[in-house]
């Protein structure tokens, strides 16, 4: 009765006398080897996936419009012009602004001081009477300049007269004179930066 019930059951008996390599028992168990004896492939890893590179498109250079780049260049320059001849225009106003109030004030400062010193020698020691005419601040000056000029004290009167400017001295003798004409020397300054502005802008 034990043969019939285990009749269905492999045997482990049969081959009992012969030697077996290790593990062969798993193939004549025909699938019946347990789960965790069972070699299991290794999973396969995503691989990753490949970025294609953007196609490089290389844009093709305009062609140059030469007429708008002359016409820019024509409009460049006449700004130019325009921005010198301005330019030349207020350093001109600023300058005679600045002659107009400056030359009075050199004249009463230092005007008298600088006849002074150099009409000794203009006029000539022949010269017995020398009269010297100025407007009245400068007169004033001058006679103070002469009394203490020995060469010219004795010789030379001072006479105060209405005069425009203040930069106007007349000296005169016998035989000739000469005359300091501060005023003149402005307006002649003035005229000059004026006729060289007129120049550079023709």
Do not use: Y
């Amino acid at each position: 009765m034990s043969d019939a019930v285990f009749a269905n059951l492999p045997r482990f008996d049969a081959n009992a006398g012969r030697t077996r390599a290790p593990g062969s028992w798993l193939k004549e168990l025909d699938g019946h080897a347990p789960p965790d004896l069972v070699e299991k492939p290794a999973p396969r890893l995503p691989e990753p996936a490949v970025k294609a590179d953007a196609p490089v498109v290389e844009a093709s250079p305009q062609p140059l419009d030469l007429k708008k780049i002359e016409a820019s260049l024509i409009t460049l320059n006449s700004r130019l012009d325009k921005i010198e001849r301005e330019a030349h225009a207020q350093t001109l106003q600023t300058i005679q602004s600045v002659a107009a109030k400056l030359f009075p004030e050199l004249s009463r400062e230092f005007l008298a001081e600088e006849i002074g010193r150099h009409l000794a020698a203009l006029v000539p020691a022949s010269a017995a009477v020398v009269e010297i005419r100025a407007e009245a601040s400068l007169a004033d000056k001058l006679r103070v300049l002469v009394e203490r000029t020995p060469s010219l004290a004795h010789r030379c009167t001072v006479t105060s007269v209405a005069a425009e400017g203040q930069g106007n001295v007349e000296v005169s003798w016998q035989a000739g004179g000469l005359s300091f004409d501060f005023d003149g020397l402005l307006q002649a300054c003035l005229s000059h930066l004026t006729s060289t502005h007129t120049a550079t802008k023709e």
